[in-house]
């Protein structure tokens, strides 16, 4: 509850000053506080769904959930993170996908339309544990461009909010819960950082919103299908 209680109310400022460059735009029909762009990470697991019901409980419908579809997706996850709004009574979480289209037609090479294969052919190869350059192109760098697009700087203060948790692995223990993003050239916040897994499920259970499906086949992982970081039995 540390996490919880703690990191979205205080970046939950104020709502009464006048917002600086008020901005419509087709994808945030449910803002008010235009100047304050709140960025929530959806993967169709259950940390970042957690973290949509918590962005709605602090929030209400200011906060612009992001999904990156890799080309690489379960269809049960792809189908969940569509209809999440209708499930959690939310803001449309957007989607977004790489195109390498222009960069394979430059080596003569016929796209695929699948952002995971194309990424393959353009760089030759498969992304490993060693070479993962398969989430900076298919899921930082769309998001990047959607935002720049839709939600620029000049306008926005962006604040970027991400469901890892500590427990997760020794690289994710070691972060902070808030931080500087080098990438996004933003604050970043990981509310969920130190929860545990039991947290997870209750917060989806309060709120009546049922888990990704692949949880009850007895699957863990429901992101990439499979992550190279799959385990065999994975």
């Known amino acids: 509850n540390h996490t919880i209680n703690s990191l979205f109310p205080?970046?939950?400022?104020?709502r009464g000053s006048k917002a600086q460059g008020r901005r419509k735009s087709k994808y945030n029909r449910g803002f008010t506080d235009m100047s304050e762009l709140n960025i929530i990470s959806v993967s169709g697991g259950k940390d970042s769904t957690a973290l949509y019901l918590l962005a709605k409980e602090y929030f209400g419908n200011n906060f612009l959930p992001v999904f990156a579809d890799t080309g690489h997706e379960h269809p049960v996850t792809v189908n969940y993170v569509k209809n999440l709004h209708y499930?959690?009574?939310?803001?449309?979480?957007?989607?977004?996908?790489?195109?390498?289209?222009?960069?394979?037609?430059?080596?003569?090479?016929?796209?695929?339309g699948n952002a995971f294969l194309d990424?393959?052919?353009?760089?030759?190869?498969?992304?490993?544990?060693?070479?993962?350059?398969?989430?900076?192109?298919?899921?930082?760098?769309?998001?990047?461009?959607?935002?720049?697009?839709?939600?620029?700087?000049?306008?926005?203060?962006?604040?970027?909010?991400?469901?890892?948790?500590?427990?997760?692995?020794?690289?994710r223990a070691?972060?902070?819960?808030?931080?500087?993003?080098?990438?996004?050239?933003?604050?970043?916040?990981l509310?969920?950082?130190?929860?545990?897994e039991a947290t997870l499920w209750h917060i989806m259970e309060r709120n009546n919103v049922p888990p990704n499906p692949l949880y009850a086949l007895g699957f863990e992982r429901v992101g990439c299908f499979p992550c190279i970081h799959a385990r065999k039995s994975e």
């Open 10 to 14: 205080c970046l939950y400022r104020r």
């Open 87 to 112: 499930l959690a009574d939310g803001p449309k979480v957007n989607i977004v996908k790489a195109d390498f289209s222009k960069r394979l037609e430059k080596k003569g090479i016929k796209p695929t």
């Open 119 to 171: 990424l393959m052919l353009w760089k030759g190869r498969a992304p490993s544990t060693k070479a993962q350059f398969c989430t900076e192109h298919l899921k930082l760098w769309p998001i990047l461009w959607f935002l720049q697009r839709n939600y620029p700087k000049d306008v926005f203060t962006w604040i970027m909010y991400t469901g890892i948790r500590a427990a997760e692995s020794v690289n």
């Open 174 to 189: 070691g972060k902070q819960p808030f931080s500087y993003n080098d990438f996004f050239d933003c604050l970043s916040v």
């Open 191 to 196: 509310p969920m950082l130190y929860e545990v």
